[in-house]
């Protein structure tokens, strides 16, 4: 066996997202041959990947099959995680993927569902941040049981930044940190607007492969500072299948579908989609599903707009507990609930990387008044 022979049959296992071999996407690193043992280095697009075992099994199918059928095949895996990235990089130089988490009207989970979703990412190997740009009702800090707590400053330069509070193994940070949970924040927009923009460029992210950005309800300011500040590689958009809710939800995707923002939408998740009765201990998992505010509605939304339906997430009682509690539901023991979690993240992570591939290149958006 030679390295040539390697790559030659390695030429033939497909990236199943970016529709093409491992070899012309120059993913293939590290090939050793010792008599029978061979090993090499897949380099994924993302440590969250949910296609590895897929991938690993092609590869030691197509070199036991096209080299030689008593090898021993040995594939590690290491990551880079895409970006398309094309500004200046001059804000958030070290962030890879800007992902806004938006929804059209308030109380359909968004918080609740860009929180698990930042620590889904997590889960798979990622490093994730989660900024709550929620100005006028933040809830981040309650969620991840940081409430009281002040984040620090750090000197960069001459710089001084404010350092984010990481629990969980991401990097978290609020309004609600910065003020008194007490008071309301009553702000005008160009003062909200102002803060979101210090959010960015005084807050010291670092390095990490997304950064979640749980947006506030409806379509505004907020979403337009975030789009003119910060080069955001696509939205996910969340609602229930209740007919109010998927109204709003089409003003979303509209917003990011106009010809001046060009901000992709990645997909759709499709919270509260229906309630399972937990079965008793020792019966197994039950099968009956209740569809308390509609079925299917995000399913035909996102069919009617040509987008992906990234998950349904059901109405479970340790999500509300978890939220409230400060230990998401991602950090608990619900596994049926986490394993909804975790099929749509990496449905997400999946829709980022084709973005990356097949798409403009991400930018911060120049939107001229009309």
Same mark, same amino acid.
């Given at each position: ?10 030429g033939?296992?497909?990236e199943?997202d970016?529709?093409?071999d ?25 440590p969250a ?5 897929m991938i690993k099994?092609a ?17 590690n ?6 970006t ?15 992902i ?11 918080s609740?569902?860009?929180?698990n ?17 929620d ?9 991840f ?26 990097k ?16 005008r ?23 979640v950005?749980?947006? +506030?309800?409806?379509t /505004? &300011?907020?979403? !337009? %500072?975030i789009v003119?500040?910060?080069p955001? $590689?696509?939205?996910? @958009?969340v ?5 109010v809710?998927l109204?709003?939800a089409?003003?979303?995707i ?22 399972t009765p937990?079965?008793?201990?020792g ?6 599903k ?13 069919e009617?707009?040509?987008?992906p339906?990234?998950?349904q997430?059901?109405?479970?009682q340790?999500?509300r ?6 230990? +998401?539901?991602?950090m /608990? &023991?619900?596994? !049926? %609930? ?6 749509? $993240?990496?449905n997400? @992570? ?16 120049e939107i001229?008044?009309?």
């Amino acid at each position: 066996m030679t390295n040539e022979d390697i790559l030659k049959a390695l030429g033939n296992v497909q990236e199943p997202d970016l529709g093409k071999d491992l070899v012309t996407l120059n993913m293939v690193k590290d090939i050793a041959i010792d008599g029978n043992n061979v090993s090499f280095t897949v380099v994924l697009t993302t440590p969250a990947c949910p296609l590895k075992d897929m991938i690993k099994n092609a590869c030691i199918n197509a070199v036991k099959i096209l080299v030689n059928k008593d090898a021993v095949v040995t594939v590690n895996f290491t990551s880079n995680t895409s970006t398309n990235r094309k500004d200046a990089k001059t804000i958030l130089s070290g962030v890879k993927n800007i992902i806004a988490v938006v929804s059209g009207k308030g109380g359909v989970g968004k918080s609740t569902v860009a929180s698990n979703f930042a620590l889904a990412l997590a889960e798979g190997g990622a490093k994730v941040g989660l900024m709550d740009a929620d100005i006028y009702g933040p809830s981040q800090h309650i969620m991840f049981g940081v409430r009281g707590e002040r984040p620090m400053m750090r000197e960069v330069g001459e710089k001084g930044l404010i350092v984010p509070i990481e629990k969980f193994g991401i990097k978290v940070m609020s309004i609600g940190l910065l003020i008194d949970e007490k008071q309301a924040v009553v702000w005008r927009g160009p003062m909200v607007s102002s803060a979101i923009r210090q959010f960015v460029s005084d807050v010291d992210w670092g390095e990490l492969d997304y950064l979640v950005i749980d947006m +506030p309800p409806g379509t /505004g &300011d907020i979403h !337009l %500072t975030i789009v003119q500040t910060v080069p955001v $590689t696509g939205v996910i @958009v969340v609602t229930t299948p209740q007919l109010v809710a998927l109204a709003d939800a089409k003003k979303g995707i509209a917003m990011f579908s106009q010809a001046q923002l060009k901000v992709p939408v990645i997909g759709l998740v499709e919270n509260m989609s229906y309630f399972t009765p937990q079965a008793p201990i020792g019966i197994g998992v039950p099968e009956n599903k209740y569809y308390i505010f509609g079925k299917n509605g995000g399913k035909n939304l996102a069919e009617e707009f040509d987008i992906p339906l990234l998950g349904q997430i059901p109405i479970v009682q340790s999500i509300r507990e978890g939220g409230d509690n400060g230990v +998401p539901v991602m950090m /608990g &023991d619900d596994e !049926l %609930t986490k394993k909804a979690f975790m099929d749509f $993240t990496d449905n997400a @992570v999946r829709a980022i990387a084709m973005r990356n591939a097949n798409l403009e290149p991400t930018e911060i958006q120049e939107i001229v008044a009309q």
